[in-house]
Nanobody, 116 residues
Framework: VQLQASGGGLVQTGGSLRLSCAAS????????KAWYRQPPGKERELVAV???????DYGAAVKGRFTSSADNDKNTMYLQMNNLKPEDTAVYYC???????????WGEGTLVTVSS
């Protein structure tokens, strides 16, 4: 499985961005899809995770502002980010997991910079 993330960039406070993550390869056993981010000088943190395509949990810092979705026909997941804040500045990563096999697949990060 290979993942290609895109959509990052520079945006002003209060602005919006939509990240995309396109998957290729055998993803039939994938049972969770997630977005993580790593702010400068900090640990990687969970942004959103969707289980079995149904239940989505969000990190407290983004709840109500970010929305994770997926287009299964396109094998693509999205992260809509609204009302962006400078503290949202980070490299954002997508991740697919096959929990039964214990396999996790990460995309290359895409940088989001929010200017104040």
């Amino acid at each position: 499985v290979q993942l290609q993330a895109s959509g990052g960039g520079l945006v002003q406070t209060g602005g919006s961005l939509r990240l995309s993550c396109a998957a290729s390869g055998s993803i039939s056993n994938i049972d969770s899809k997630a977005w993580y981010r790593q702010p400068p000088g900090k640990e990687r943190e969970l942004v959103a995770v969707t289980y079995a395509g149904v239940i989505t949990d969000y990190g407290a810092a983004v709840k109500g502002r970010f929305t994770s979705s997926a287009d299964n026909d396109k094998n693509t997941m999205y992260l809509q980010m609204n009302n962006l804040k400078p503290e949202d500045t980070a490299v954002y990563y997508c991740k697919l997991s096959d929990s039964r096999a214990g396999r996790h697949y990460w995309g290359e990060g895409t940088l989001v910079t929010v200017s104040s």
